[in-house]
């Protein structure tokens, strides 16, 4: 039962420009990235910088110690290419530490079943192997025109101003503040007194701040040192230092270890256009087989199909898919929390287009701070399987099943880049919103454009349940370019440069 009202909605309007558009869920990263695009910049510039100032602007979301993934349009060769910066478990990462506790099942974000003091969920135990910054990184190195360091800098500028708490922040803050106030780098951080949760005014502005100054001068030294800063350098040694004081298995030798990859993506036909998904561990080969078991259900209703079938058709799609990646895929290489994730599109003046997802995993990912950079740490540890034996069995060194589901969509001339938050709820809206762009993408209307991704999203499960997410998205046709609006978010944030 929900207190508001039954007859509100929410929309926003399409953007359109002849010079690039980011959209993005926070406003004054979206216009970093704009800033980026009409400097000259390429879209993987701007995504750089969206990248680091989103971490900080919505640190709970996602930051350098998360991980994610993208996919990226490159005009000039008309192809699109995968980039994977999913986490790792650390080598040292030792499976009896974490018993299951026989109390059943932990949550409704994984079906896992619950460890015993949740040490896969919170605390220094759940951190695993960061990606975000190695993988931006590569992506940046392949395809970057502006400087490296000029693209991170906004962000620790941004940190060195300091969190402003408004509504949102303090509702954040506070819905968390009993898990962060367990770790005194948390609490410290972002609690009054390590207690309480900061509350600006609720009904005038203010100007209440969260001092971020080590995260300032991590982002600082990245800037100036390179993206392997995270893994190679100072800062790698801190951070890993900094987990395993708290407990954690996280070490150093995974910080140098670790690589990001740029690979071939999952790209397939569907309803006379084609889509371009991350290959394996991620949500992308759900995307695809969702989209088989669509295609296939509705031929098989016929040509007269009703709204109503269509979406029935849909969820059963969803469910069956999501059934059958929990049970089939993990790395095969040697839930108590909401889904913490944030992504953002971009397309360039010369059709280059990034749809990238990053995330902490859970909001305020492990609940803990490495006091020396600054960073809030991810529990990606929670995205494997605490029982063993199965595909996604947690082992030392693998790597994350995550949920991220940045997808490319084409038909014709026409192009979109689209992607969700909402953790293991990140597929089923990118898929509605794409259902809806696709529709756009062959009429070409704006009016749909606006309606596209406030197209009914089901969660993968048979339970009812509201679904919680923010889309965010792009619709590309020759030198014209419509950004559709988004899921309902706390801070929806389109920007574009002049």
């Known amino acids: 039962m929900s207190n508001f009202s039954k007859a509100q909605t929410v929309r926003k309007p399409a953007v359109t420009s002849k010079h690039g558009i980011v959209a993005a869920q926070h406003r004054r990263a979206a216009e970093i990235g704009a800033e980026v695009l009409a400097a000259g910049g390429d879209a993987m510039d701007a995504a750089t910088a969206v990248s680091f100032a989103i971490g900080v602007l919505e640190p709970w979301m996602s930051g350098p110690a998360g991980g994610g993934a993208m996919m990226v349009w490159r005009a000039g060769e008309a ?15 030792e499976p009896r530490d ?19 003091g949740d040490r896969n969920l919170e605390g220094a135990t759940a951190v695993a192997v960061p990606g975000v910054v190695d993988g931006i990184g590569v992506a940046h190195g392949r395809w970057g025109r502006m400087p490296w360091r000029d693209l991170v800098r906004p962000a620790a500028a941004l940190a060195r ?22 770790d005194p780098d948390a609490a410290a951080l972002f609690l009054e007194d390590g207690i309480f949760p900061p509350v600006g005014a ?67 036909g569907a309803f006379g256009g084609r889509f371009h998904v991350t290959p394996t561990l991620t949500a992308g080969p759900t995307f695809a087989d969702t989209f088989s078991r669509l295609e296939a259900r509705l031929e098989a209703l016929g040509p007269e199909v009703s709204e109503g079938e269509r ?23 040697s839930p108590v929390a909401p889904g913490s994730t944030t992504h953002f599109s971009i397309v360039d003046r010369d059709g280059n287009m990034v749809a990238m997802t990053q995330t ?20 990606g540890i929670m995205w494997f399987d605490p029982e063993q034996g199965r595909a996604n069995s947690l082992r030392p060194g693998r790597r994350c099943l995550m949920n991220v589901c940045p997808v490319i969509g084409e038909i014709g001339d026409r192009r979109f880049a689209l992607g969700a938050s909402g953790g293991a709820r990140s597929c089923p809206p990118s898929r509605s919103c794409h259902t809806g762009c696709w529709r756009s993408a062959k009429t070409w209307k704006p009016r749909s454009m606006r309606r596209a991704s406030t197209f009914p999203a089901a969660p993968p499960s048979s339970r009812t349940r509201r679904c919680r997410v923010r889309c965010c998205g792009i619709l590309r046709r020759a030198s014209r370019f419509e950004r559709p609006s988004a899921c309902p978010s706390p801070t ?6 002049g």
Request: proline share 6%; glycine share 8%.
């Open 79 to 93: 192809r699109p290419y995968s980039v994977n910066y999913g986490m790792r478990a650390p080598q040292g990462l």
């Open 98 to 116: 974490f018993p299951l506790s026989g109390e059943g099942i932990a949550g409704d974000l994984f079906p896992w079943k619950r460890v015993a």
């Open 161 to 182: 101003e300091g969190l402003q708490v408004d509504w949102y922040a303090g509702l954040v803050i506070a819905s968390s503040a009993r898990s962060l106030a367990r």
């Open 202 to 268: 609720w009904t005038a502005l203010s100007d209440v701040r969260l001092p971020f100054v080590r995260m300032a001068d991590t982002l600082e030294a990245i800037a100036a040192n390179g993206p392997r800063e995270m893994h190679d350098g100072d800062v790698a040694r801190a951070l890993a230092a900094d987990v395993a004081a708290k407990g954690g298995s996280l070490r150093y030798e995974d910080l140098a270890a670790y690589r990001a990859t740029i690979d071939e993506p999952l790209s397939f």
């Open 311 to 333: 979406l029935a058709a849909m969820a059963t799609a969803l469910s069956d898919a999501y059934a059958d990646r929990l049970v089939q895929m993990g790395d095969h290489e």
């Open 360 to 379: 902490l995993l859970s909001v305020f990912g492990s609940k803990v701070v490495s006091p020396s950079t600054g960073l809030l740490l991810n529990n």
């Open 492 to 497: 929806p944030s389109p920007a574009r440069p």
